[in-house]
């Protein structure tokens, strides 16, 4: 049964710097794929000035510039997809703090709409008006939204169907519904001479050796325990 398309419209004053990253990797393919569509937009096409104006000082005094609402407001009805299930969702470092639960819920969208800020921040008429939600990736500063929003999509389209391969299982990853951490992986070699870069001393980094048994009952033990530990349960 074909899979219904998924699409995330981002809106920015720097949209060359958003699509590079959407374009590679898992996203690039779930785009290929058609499970998903990608969209950066210039807030300034939305502007009426000559100099495509989208800040002004802020009223009351103080340092900065401030996003006006106009032009997002004319971005979203225009990027808004009618009869779709859709979300707007304000970048902002006093948002609700990102989880892993937020990724499921917003992967049931069709549409997820981003607005992202600069400067001072975005008029607060966008967030109590036009937007649904507010979030945060962060306790911490961005100098703007476009970070915020590619970690949100990131962690969303990944739980799309059909986006990982058959071999990738969501319900081992870290954060998952029962909100444990995984198990620690380790690839070849199962010895790594390493020189340490402060005594320069030569180690050697061992794969734990139950690993390389081949008993999956004790493996799969081990990996429990890990989780356990890993997860202070
Ligand atoms: C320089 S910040 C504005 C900071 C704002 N004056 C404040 O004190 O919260 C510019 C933009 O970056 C984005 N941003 C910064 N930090 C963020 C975070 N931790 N999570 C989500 N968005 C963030 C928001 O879109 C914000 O409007």
Redesign the pocket.
Known sequence: MPTKKHYYDIISIFPQTIEPYLQASILGRAQTKKIVEFKAHNLRKWTHDKHHQVDDTPYGGGP?MV?MIEPFDRAIRAIRKRGKKNRII??????KLFEQKDAKRLSAYDQLIF????????DARVEKCLADES???????????EL?ALVIIDSVVRLLPGVLGKEASLEVESHTEHGLLEYPQYTRPATYKWKSYQTKKIETLNVPPILLSGNHKTIEQWRNEQIKKRSQI
């Open positions: 900065g996003m304000f970048t902002s470092a006093s948002g607005l992202c800020g600069h400067y001072e921040g975005i979030i945060s990736i962060g306790p911490y500063v961005l100098t703007g939204g915020p």
